[in-house]
């Protein structure tokens, strides 16, 4: 056998060339004129999708990856953290296994072992995980429905308190104008 007869075992098929004429018309799909009816618009990034995402969202509509929280299963924890350390949410930061500035909850998945003590604070907890770390001696303070209200709560408080003393003050404003008024009239 030589170079020559050489051939390939699957035939290269063609790339379907539109836009010059055949069975599907004078356009081919196309359209008549503008950007999309030229060659070479497959490049064209959807800039309007990254803008949306970027303007922040009002009105009740949350992205849904707000909502989530950072996982982390036993086997990691055991990887990173020492015998009988404090694992909150300040403490993972530290060593960088959570961007920082994120305000997502952390919580420990009970994937894999662990032979250490761990103290878990303000962090959710499987059930599996709750039992593994009892077992070898640590706690597990939970955050309670309750304080995740709260959190929800001073959020709203604060913005409340500001309305508050917007409004004391234009009451306040308004007692002003009128004693002066009265003063005036007589």
Do not use: W
Not at 139 to 145: D, L, M, R, W
């Amino acid at each position: 056998m030589q170079i020559h007869e050489v051939k390939p075992k699957n035939k290269a098929q063609k790339k379907k060339r539109i836009g010059r004429g055949g069975k599907r018309g004078t356009y081919s799909g196309k359209g008549i004129k503008g950007q999309n009816s030229r060659a070479g618009t497959r490049k064209m990034k959807p800039l309007i999708r990254e803008s949306l995402k970027r303007y922040p969202k009002l009105r009740g509509y949350n992205f849904s990856a707000t909502k989530k929280a950072y996982v982390f299963n036993i086997a990691t924890l055991d990887k990173f953290f020492d015998d009988g350390s404090d694992i909150n949410p300040k403490s993972i930061l530290k060593k960088g296994l959570v961007p920082k500035g994120s305000r997502k909850m952390i919580k420990v998945l009970g994937n894999g072992d662990t032979k250490k003590k761990f103290y878990i604070k303000s962090c959710l907890v499987s059930e599996n995980a709750k039992k593994i770390i009892l077992k070898r001696g640590g706690t597990v303070s939970e955050i309670k429905e309750k304080e995740k209200e709260e959190r929800g709560k001073k959020e709203g408080e604060s913005q409340q308190k500001k309305k508050q003393s917007e409004k004391k003050e234009e009451e306040s404003k308004e007692k002003e104008s009128k004693e002066v008024k009265k003063k005036k009239k007589p």
